[in-house]
């Protein structure tokens, strides 16, 4: 059937040959280019673990130590490389442990491809060791999925799941092959996946579409960009900012945005959203004409959608047909490729500065920042802030490392202080809000960009979810360098409690271990800062180490992160205090 | 926004997980499948699902990108019942001696133009096509006299307007 439905372009490998299913898994991978997996092993994926003790020397495979570990490490590979992660897991409870991971990446499009060992096709269905329902169970969170359970369907269905995972909007695909196609032999002959009919990736963007965005574009008085990760999925980064600099238009960025732009260009004015800046989101509701690049107007970036930009002519430029007019409904729809799109667009837009308009940012940002980002970076009162930690990592690292953070206020405000002069720098999970995700999704990020300083920034409680992969750390001899802000709390959830629920704490304060010697457990060097006093040292000393390092702050423990829009407000009613 | 029914249509590659990603599509937003009836269509190798839903014509047109973004769906469409020729079809089950005891069945056998299927010692068959509210006024005049089983399809239909989905497949195939 794949025949029908799949272009395929012959290779250079026209002679057949004959290898066993689990064999042919590797050379899928290598022929894809892949030459690093992350994975964890069980009986009904040994034929493929036999496979990679073989082609070990081009294949490298990451033990993680849990598999969820193994989705994320997948995903901080594939955004910090721009390539697709590849994540591997037996039947049953390892195929589950994915579950998060591939819908991490489902809503962040992160093109993974995840394969899971499946019990022999004789047994499918009667509730066999390790059986379990893996395609019914990813179904809602992977782009696509199939079972495979015979040899010969092998090379055709891994070469349509990078394909897919990798084009269009990218995402997660997951291939469970049985235990029996892994053992049988077939004629194997590979051939990369050009097409497959029933899906169209990237549609075309009308002339007339850009001559009326272009149109609208020139004659507003107050236009404004928002852009997302459509940029640097769509590798549109530098026409991006022709863009912003050509017409003078104010940029700011959604949580996955960030990095496209440098965070020191005069035009980048700050985030969007709930955490956002105060001049993005108020002036979103004051704004002609809103230019919206690859984002998808999530709910935490709109607020109420009953009073977002309601005054503004919306142009819409997104990959994704079901994004466009799903939540805020679009006067002009570019739907097609970001960096394609820009590129036509660019030629018809005329020069402009927008001097006035920009001063409207420039006197936001003034009141936000005696409001609140002064205090935040240069504190005077006793305790740590989170936002000083931040501040002097990008002071030690000159804005150069690739950030990687978990959920909740250490990740706001990561987002919101943190510096990037690079692309692909800033890694967290922005539509899931994964607990857990940061110190796996290091290790791949570090294992995409070698040569990159990478600071994973965490919680004291996601810390403890996927603590585990220190050892995968350890092992692998990743200098990664772990900062945990300690408040000892699930400070988000905290400040939640604190602002509508009358501080009612239920749950939410923690006994922690003593986290340097957890570190030092796993072989680690690691450090712990609890005054302003050692701070600035102590960071030093973490990024100029050449091996994996930890660093405990210990921060101040009912901080709140703010500006904030409360939950169901409108970007407007966004609160300094 | 005002509720109304909306037939979807889906024309899709063959595949035994579809059907699940689909109903998934529904089940996010909560919203029930009224009706549904999976068949071949016109295209060889191609297969038709014809959905029924009563909600808004904003959800139904979210729904259906959400639909149409999945990858073995080749194109997914929405009609209201205006823009659509659309049939159910109905089975009753019937104890036989009523045929003769109550000679009002005979009436409403035929009035409601429905067929015998079969006829047998113990029950006849009674086989009707046609919209949901004939079905529901055949249905409830015989209720009176007892049905033994009954069970109604779910909708097919067909549009006024053309459906361009063998242009489509031949434009892919003639890309290169
Ligand atoms: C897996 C998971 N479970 C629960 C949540 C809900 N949640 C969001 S933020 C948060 C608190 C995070 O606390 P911590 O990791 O200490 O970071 P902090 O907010 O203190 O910086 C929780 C529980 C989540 N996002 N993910």
């Not at chain 1, 570190?519 to 680690?524: I, K, R, S």
């Not at chain 2, 029930?32 to 016109?42: A, D, P, R, Y």
């Not at chain 2, 209201?80 to 069945?105: G, P």
Request: hydrophobic share 40%; glycine share 6%; aromatic share 8%.
């Amino acid at each position: 059937m794949e025949t029908i439905t799949s272009k395929k372009t012959a290779k250079n490998n026209p002679e057949k040959l004959r290898i066993s299913g689990a064999e042919a898994i590797i050379h899928c991978l290598l022929a894809e280019g892949v030459d690093l997996i992350y994975g964890y092993p069980g009986g009904a994926i040994m034929p493929v673990y036999d496979e990679l003790y073989k082609f070990q020397d081009r294949l490298t495979h990451i033990l993680t130590r849990h598999e969820q570990g193994a989705t994320h490490a997948a995903q901080g590979y594939a955004r910090v490389s721009g390539r697709v992660g590849v994540a591997i897991a037996t039947s049953g409870p390892g195929a589950t442990n994915l579950v998060t991971g591939l819908a991490d990446a489902q809503i962040d499009s992160t093109p993974i491809v995840c394969i899971t060992g499946q019990v022999p096709r004789h047994l499918l269905g009667s509730d066999a060791f390790q059986e379990t329902d893996i395609i019914g169970i990813s179904t809602p969170v992977t782009k696509w999925n199939y079972q495979v359970t015979k040899a010969e369907e092998i090379p055709d269905i891994i070469a349509k799941a990078f394909y897919i995972a990798r084009s269009g909007r990218p995402g997660p695909v997951l291939i469970d092959i049985t235990k029996n196609a892994q053992f049988d032999e077939l004629d194997f002959h590979y051939e990369a996946c050009k097409g497959v009919r029933s899906y169209q990736p990237v549609a075309k963007v009308s002339e007339e579409d850009l001559d009326a965005a272009a149109a609208l574009i020139n004659q507003a008085k107050k236009p404004y960009i928002v852009y997302g990760q459509g940029v640097i999925l769509g590798k549109a980064e530098e026409e991006l900012k022709q863009l912003v600099e050509k017409a003078g238009i104010p940029a700011a960025w959604t949580i996955l945005g960030l990095s496209a732009m440098n965070t020191d260009h005069p035009l980048n004015v700050g985030m969007v959203g709930m955490h956002g800046n105060y001049g993005p989101n108020v002036l979103t509701n004051e704004c002609d004409v809103l230019i919206a690049i690859g984002m998808r107007f999530d709910d935490r970036v709109t607020g109420s959608l009953d009073t977002y930009a309601k005054q503004a002519k919306i142009i819409h430029m997104e990959i994704d047909p079901a994004e466009v007019n799903k939540n805020v409904k679009a006067d002009i729809a570019l739907l097609g490729d970001a960096k394609e799109t820009l590129s036509r667009l660019l030629p018809r837009i005329k020069k402009n500065s927008h001097e006035a308009w920009r001063n409207e940012f420039k006197l936001k940002y003034e009141e936000e920042f005696r409001e609140v980002i002064e205090k935040d970076l240069h504190p005077t009162k006793e305790g740590l802030t989170m936002g000083e930690v931040v501040e002097e990592i990008n002071l030690a690292t000159k804005n150069k490392a690739v950030i990687v953070t978990d959920v909740g206020q250490h990740q706001m405000v990561a987002c919101r202080y943190a510096k990037f002069d690079q692309t692909k720098s800033n890694i967290t999970s922005g539509g899931l809000g994964t607990m857990g995700f940061a110190l796996p999704a290091a290790i791949g990020a570090k294992m995409g960009a070698m040569e990159r300083e990478v600071v994973a920034i965490i919680g004291d409680g996601g810390y403890q979810m996927t603590i585990q992969e220190l050892a995968t750390i350890y092992q692998n001899k990743l200098a990664i360098k772990i900062v945990v802000l300690n408040n000892d709390h699930l400070g988000m959830v905290r400040q939640w409690q604190e602002l509508f629920f009358e501080s009612r704490y239920a749950s939410t304060v923690m006994t922690n271990p003593d986290f340097v010697k957890i570190a030092e457990g796993y072989h680690l060097r690691a450090n712990r800062v609890s005054e302003r006093k050692d701070l600035k040292k102590a960071v030093r000393e973490m990024i100029a180490s050449k091996e994996p390092y930890f660093l405990e702050v210990k921060v101040e423990k009912e901080d709140n992160v703010f500006p904030m829009i409360p939950s169901g407000a409108s970007v407007s009613d966004i609160r300094l205090k | 926004m005002e509720k109304k029914w909306f037939t979807i249509s889906v024309y899709s590659e063959n595949n035994v997980g579809l059907l699940n990603r689909i109903s998934g599509i529904f089940l996010k937003r909560h919203i029930n499948i009224e009706g549904l009836n999976v068949s071949k269509s016109e295209i060889e190798h191609v297969s038709k699902f014809t959905i029924v839903v009563f909600t808004t014509e904003d959800w139904t047109r979210k729904i259906v990108a959400q639909i149409e973004k999945q990858i073995e769906v080749i194109k997914a469409f929405y009609h209201t019942d205006e823009e659509i020729i659309y049939q159910e079809s109905a089975l009753f089950k019937i104890a036989s001696h009523l045929l003769f005891d109550e000679r009002q069945i005979q009436n409403i056998i035929k009035e409601s133009n429905s067929q015998i299927v079969t006829v047998s010692r113990e029950f006849f068959v009674l086989a009707k096509t046609g919209r949901r509210h004939e079905i529901d006024e055949m249905h409830d005049q015989l209720e009176p006299y007892g049905i033994l089983q009954f069970v109604r399809s779910g909708r097919i239909a067909v549009t006024k307007a053309s459906m361009p989905i063998t242009a489509m497949l031949n434009a892919y195939e003639n890309q290169e």
